[in-house]
Every structure is written in C-alpha cells, then in structure tokens.
C-alpha cells in the first residue's frame, strides 16, 4: 500500500486525493458546460458568411488558386445505329475553357 507523507486533512485523508477529486469534479461540470453550447456550429457560422472583414470574403475575393473549367462534348456521328445498338461513334468537340 502506498503511504503519503504529505500534508493530512483533519480526517487523515491526504490532501492531495482532495485535490485530484475536486479537479475531476471541475473538470466534470466544465465538460458539461462546454458540450451543450454548439461551439463548432457558431464558429463555422461566423466564418463562412460572406460580409466584408471576415477571412471566407477575403478568400472569397481574392483566391489563392486560379480556377479553369474544363469541358469537353461529345458528337455521336451514328444515332441512328446507336439507337439500334451500334457502338457510338463519338468525335470529340472542344475542350472549353472557362476562367
């Protein structure tokens, strides 16, 4: 058995099992506290609305990466032996590209 030779209560309790209870009992009603406010939903909330100051408008004006759309369409050069069951024959038109 472990013998404590620190500071007593007046019941011979060590002090520090008093510390170490009354920190777990903080630390339990904290916890509670903490979890039921939506912390993460008020701090996304905040930072994704689009007025001016906030860090997603800065983002949003001035990007960090130029954007390209890429598209690309196809011609079917035979519907009518696609529509009979044919392999299409397909001729590529493009790509398109859009800034």
Do not use: C, D
Not at 30 to 42: F, H, K, Q, R, T
Not at 52 to 72: A, C, D, E
């Amino acid at each position: 058995m472990l013998h404590s030779t620190g500071p007593l209560l007046n019941g011979g309790t060590p002090l520090y099992r008093v510390a170490v209870i009354i920190f777990g009992i903080v630390t339990l009603i904290a916890g509670v506290i903490l979890s039921s406010v939506p912390w993460l939903n008020i701090f996304i909330m905040k930072n994704l609305r689009l007025w001016n100051g906030t860090i997603s408008f800065h983002y949003w004006q001035r990007p960090g990466v130029t954007r390209l759309t890429k598209v690309y369409i196809f011609n079917v050069t035979n519907p009518e032996g696609f529509l009979t069951g044919e392999k299409p024959k397909l001729v590529e038109v493009g790509p398109f590209v859009y800034r």
